[in-house]
Antibody
């Protein structure tokens, strides 16, 4: 079935780096734009970044611009989020999400289960 | 950036009652690119409505969306026990994509 599985979360000190992965299955990964969304503990949803189906276009929320990098490997059906210079306010569950249609910005019809990132000394 | 405001913050209702959730945008949402999601504790969000009024695959017809421009509504015609959750609206018509703060529907 259509599935997204995130991994790579954990506890990291402020200023350090972490890379999240999102493994896709059950659909043609290389045809869809993909997003990262995060949710701080007890808070709402915050969009983080998007990448087009072929990786040629990437956009970021202002809160992570210059620190986070979204990428994808279509040969491995995997989405990535490289997070550098991490801050306490980056603490959240990070979800990857697939867009519903064939445009980069669309509703998110499939979500992963999320991976927790805790930034703390 | 389009700011989304949801009301009420919490809606306390009984099973079988009708729920009406509001989402208001700070500027017009282009082409009604407005979605609604349901999230239960410890779970990822689930897409309910896209394009302001189209139900996602597998979503029961008791869920309906309406609205355009800056005012949107999610209606649950008769609440089932599994519908008690937090509901978020999202606009995806302009960058950055933004979510509303959510409406919690809890059992009265």
């Amino acid at each position: 079935q259509v599935q997204l599985v995130e991994s790579g979360g954990g506890v990291v000190q402020p200023g350090r780096s972490l890379r999240l992965s999102c493994a896709a299955s059950g659909f043609t990964f290389s045809s869809y734009g993909m997003h990262w969304v995060r949710q701080a503990p007890g808070k709402g949803l915050e969009w983080v970044a998007v990448i087009s189906y072929d990786g040629s276009n990437k956009y970021y929320a202002d809160s992570v611009k210059g620190r986070f990098t979204i990428s994808r490997d279509n040969s491995k059906n995997t989405l990535y989020l490289q997070m550098n210079s991490l801050r306490a306010e980056d603490t959240a569950v990070y979800y990857c999400a697939k867009v519903r249609g064939m445009v980069t910005n669309d509703a998110f019809d499939i979500w992963g289960q999320g991976t927790m990132v805790t930034v703390s000394s | 950036e389009i700011v989304l405001t949801q009301s009420p913050g919490t809606l306390s209702l009984s099973p079988g009652e009708r729920a009406t959730l509001s989402c208001r945008a700070s500027q017009s949402v282009s082409s009604s690119y407005l979605a609604w999601y349901q999230q239960k504790p410890g779970q990822a969000p689930r897409l309910l409505i896209y394009g302001a009024s189209s139900r996602a695959t597998g979503i029961p017809d008791r869920f309906s969306g309406s609205g355009s421009g800056t005012d949107f509504t999610l209606t649950i015609s008769r609440l089932e026990p599994e519908d008690f959750a937090v509901y978020y609206c999202q606009q995806y018509g302009s960058s950055p994509l933004t979510f509303g703060p959510g409406t919690k529907v809890d059992i009265k």
